[in-house]
């Protein structure tokens, strides 16, 4: 099993310029989440899924848009890229139920200028 | 939402020596989650605790839940350097609130 997987892993884009993140997982489960992690800032919760079709918006989600069109799958997407969403990506997912563990992948670093 | 403190913000220590950081927060936590984040790389979760007073152990880390279950500590023996990294703790159902983390740096 490969878990998650990010596409792609670094990214240089100009202000105004548009991008998709690809998330994929193998491990068949229902949840989906991306973070984005600046210094000093910790892990913040940008959109989410909980499930195929389905899409909620987490603690910043201004500037982004999502879609879960297929279960192992989730994007994330920004139309307009600004500065201040230069920062360092994280897709995870996990399984239904309490307490349960959220695998992360790799990360994708992202600039922009 | 749960908002969770981190502390120390930074620890760097040399190897051998022994460490607690911790994890408090204003209100009660349903269960709370250690993971762990080598530079690079994505968190990974190193334990999840339930129950108050409940403590877990994992070789040389010692992972404790208050009674009151609104703290936790993780406190690491003989630390090496294989464990410099970014502790950090979460809480929630369906989506995680994470603290901003501890970074430990062991040097040889």
């Known amino acids: 099993n490969a878990g998650v997987t990010q596409t792609p892993k670094f990214r240089v884009l100009k202000t105004g310029q548009s991008m998709t993140l690809l998330c994929a997982q193998d491990?068949?489960?229902?949840?989906m989440y991306w973070y984005r992690q600046d210094p000093g800032m910790g892990l913040r919760l940008i959109h989410y899924s909980v499930g195929e079709g389905t899409t909620a918006k987490g603690e910043v989600p201004d500037g982004y848009n999502v879609s879960r069109l297929k279960k192992q799958n989730f994007l994330l997407g920004l139309e307009s890229a600004a500065p201040s969403q230069t920062s360092v990506y994280f897709c995870?997912?996990?399984?239904?139920?309490?307490?349960?563990?959220?695998?992360f992948g790799p990360g994708t670093r992202l600039l922009v200028l | 939402t749960q908002l969770l403190e981190q502390s120390p913000q930074f620890l760097s220590i040399q190897e051998g020596e022994n460490l607690t950081v911790y994890c408090n927060s204003s209100s009660v936590f349903s269960s709370l989650q250690w993971y762990r984040q080598e530079p690079g790389e994505g968190p990974v979760l190193l334990v999840t605790?339930?129950?108050?007073?409940e403590v877990k152990k994992l070789k040389r880390l010692t992972f404790q839940f208050g009674d009151a279950r609104k703290d936790s500590s993780l406190h690491i023996t003989a630390a090496q350097p294989g464990d410099t990294g970014l502790y950090l703790c979460a809480s929630g159902y369906s989506t995680l609130t994470f603290g901003k983390g501890t970074m430990l740096l062991v040097s040889p």
């Open positions: 605790v339930v129950t108050g007073g």
């Open positions: 491990m068949n489960h229902e949840y």
């Open positions: 995870a997912s996990r399984t239904i139920g309490t307490g349960e563990t959220q695998y």
